[in-house]
Each structure stands twice: as structure tokens, then as C-alpha cells.
């Protein structure tokens, strides 16, 4: 327990606006003992130049870090020129093409590690199959769940081939939503009964195909809870970590989008969402934004104010990831 209270930032994944890692990014993930990395487009132009840096990083640090990407395939890939392509998901699931879909992210998954990447922040399970401009238009398997399952039991096995991990998302389910929540609060008309016979039916079977995390969204279901999702403790310790029984990390979406930011502002957000029973607070470009919710969340932390249920149970969970990276102890 005491080592938790010393470490707080291993509960943060930051990102940075540089292309390569400027030495105030790499001083505050030193300085903060900041558990990952997450990276985007801009900083996966060069991946030889990528593979350098990081592992002279990662070397350096003396710890496990967490190295996060989105490479979904389609229109969310961070790594694009020189890649192996990866088709969208809706194009692999309408046509039921999961020996192709395998084959071909065996390629991406063995790059990926080759650069240093230990975690893809995918399957997609939402349920959904519309190409409306919805937020998940092309990004979703199917809105049949046994198709959903069969992707996603693939996705999970072909990345553990290689050593990566995973993370199901967008709990509890963008599929019936309406608004971007990179711009906007999502928003569903959906009762607790109607997310438990379908939206959570995904999430419940990539659980039992091993999934390593999952990733709780920016979404509002006024007739289930009156906070969303990222800051609800119905949703993500009622739901997620009792009835579905998952005992890995939850990870937040974004916490620098708009719909996140509507959810719970800066400086309350991290604590907010660690209150509700996020373990793992994904922070994407603004250094000076994630290093804001950083500091108060880390003056909560060191002063006792969090509860301490909480705490244990937040490190051991985040324990038991890193330790599928790279060994160690069971609770951090």
C-alpha cells in the first residue's frame, strides 16, 4: 500500500504535442514515475526514429512503461506510411473475413512489437454496422454480437501471439449513441436493461477471451445514471468490475476530449474517474492539461483524500498489467 501512495502517475498514460518527445515531456514522465505513453499519428511518421528513442527511453526509465496505440485498421491507424495495411473492421466483419482478418493483423501486430509497442488499444466491440458519419461508422466489426465475439476473440488471440496487449472498447457501448464525444458528450436513450441484453453482451464475451483492459467512454445515459459513463461508479465498478466480474485495468477514453471535459473538467478529472473506478487515465497531446489533473490528483493521492479501497484495489489492477509486460510485483 505504501508504494502506491509514493507512485500515483503510474495511473496516468500521457501523450505529448511534439514529434519526438521534447526533455521537459521525457522529465515529467520521469520525474512523475507516469506508468505509459500513448502515440498518435505524429509521432509514428518515422518509425525507425520511433524505435530508437523509445527504447532508449524505456531503458532508461528503470521501470515498465506502458506503450499505447490505435491501430484499429481503416481510418484509425496511427501508423500509416511504410505499414502493413489493415482494413476497417466493418469491412473484415460484413464480408466474415476472419482468416484474412488474422493473417493481416498478424503483420501489423509483429511491427508494432518490433518497434516497441506493448499495447493496441482494440477490439472495438461496440455494437454497430450504420455508415452515417456516426462516430463509429467503418470502426465496428458488426452490430451482430456473435460476429463482434468471433473478431474480437481473434483480435485478442493474434495480439497475445505477439505479446501485446489489448483493450476492449467503448464501454458500456457507443452503438445506440448519438454525438462524437470527441466534440460533444455522447449521448444514449437507453435503459440499465436495454445496455445488459445487448451493449454489454461484447464486453462480457471478449472478457471471457482474455481481453487485458478496457476502455470506458465519454457517454451520458440519463436513464441509467445521472453522471456518465467515465464518472460513473454504477457503470464502471457495478457493471464492469462486479457483474461482468473483469479484474483487469479500466482505462478512460481521452480525457482532453470535448465530451470528457463536459463529464468532468480540468483539474477534477483524473480524480473524478479513479473515484468511479477508472484504474488507467489516458491523457492525449496537451501536456499542460494532463499535467494539471496530474498534480491535483496527486496532492489527493499523497494526502490521504481518496479512498483507500480504492487505492489498493486501483494498484493492484494496474500491478497485474504491468506484470504481463514485463514481470514484477502483483500491486504497485
Not at 500515483?8 to 518527445?21: K, L, N, Q, T, W
Not at 445506440?176 to 460533444?184: E, L, N, V
Amino acid at each position: 500500500m505504501e508504494a502506491v501512495r509514493q507512485h500515483p502517475g503510474r495511473f496516468f498514460i500521457v501523450s505529448f504535442p511534439e514529434a519526438i518527445p521534447s526533455d521537459r515531456t521525457l522529465r515529467f514522465i520521469l520525474d512523475n514515475h507516469i506508468g505509459g505513453l500513448i502515440l498518435f499519428a505524429e509521432h509514428c511518421r518515422d518509425p525507425k526514429s520511433l524505435k530508437s528513442w523509445l527504447g532508449d527511453f524505456v531503458r532508461s526509465l528503470g521501470y515498465p512503461l506502458i506503450v499505447a496505440v490505435d491501430q484499429e485498421g481503416g481510418r484509425v491507424c496511427r501508423f500509416d506510411a511504410g505499414f502493413p495495411s489493415l482494413d476497417s473492421p466493418r469491412n473484415y466483419g460484413k464480408d466474415g473475413r476472419v482468416d484474412k482478418y488474422r493473417d493481416d493483423l498478424s503483420r501489423v501486430c509483429e511491427r508494432l512489437q518490433e518497434i516497441g509497442v506493448n499495447l493496441n488499444l482494440v477490439p472495438t466491440v461496440d455494437l454497430f454496422d450504420r455508415g452515417d458519419g456516426h462516430v463509429l461508422d467503418s470502426r465496428a466489426f458488426s452490430d451482430d454480437p456473435g460476429v463482434v465475439a468471433e473478431f474480437a476473440r481473434a483480435t485478442i488471440a493474434v495480439h497475445h501471439r505477439f505479446g501485446l496487449l489489448t483493450c476492449a472498447k467503448h464501454f458500456p457501448g457507443l452503438g445506440r449513441s448519438a454525438g462524437d464525444p470527441h466534440q460533444i458528450l455522447s449521448t444514449a436513450d437507453l435503459t440499465e436493461a436495454d445496455f445488459r441484453e445487448k451493449e454489454l453482451v461484447p464486453f462480457r464475451d471478449a472478457i471471457e477471451a482474455g481481453v487485458d483492459s478496457v476502455m470506458v467512454t465519454h457517454l451520458a445515459a440519463p436513464k441509467v445514471d445521472d453522471v456518465p459513463a467515465i464518472i460513473s461508479r454504477k457503470m464502471i465498478a457495478g457493471w464492469l468490475k462486479e457483474s461482468l466480474s473483469f479484474d483487469g485495468p479500466v482505462i478512460t477514453d481521452d480525457l482532453l476530449m470535448t465530451g470528457a471535459q463536459q463529464a468532468a473538467p480540468l483539474p477534477l478529472t483524473a480524480v473524478k474517474c479513479f473515484e468511479a473506478g477508472a484504474d488507467l487515465l489516458l491523457f492525449g497531446r496537451d501536456l499542460d492539461a494532463a499535467s494539471q489533473a496530474f498534480d491535483r490528483f496527486a496532492a489527493d493521492w499523497q494526502a490521504g483524500r481518496l479512498d483507500h479501497v480504492r487505492m489498493e484495489d486501483g494498484g493492484c489492477r494496474v500491478g497485474r498489467f504491468i506484470e504481463k509486460i514485463a514481470g514484477g510485483k502483483t500491486c504497485l
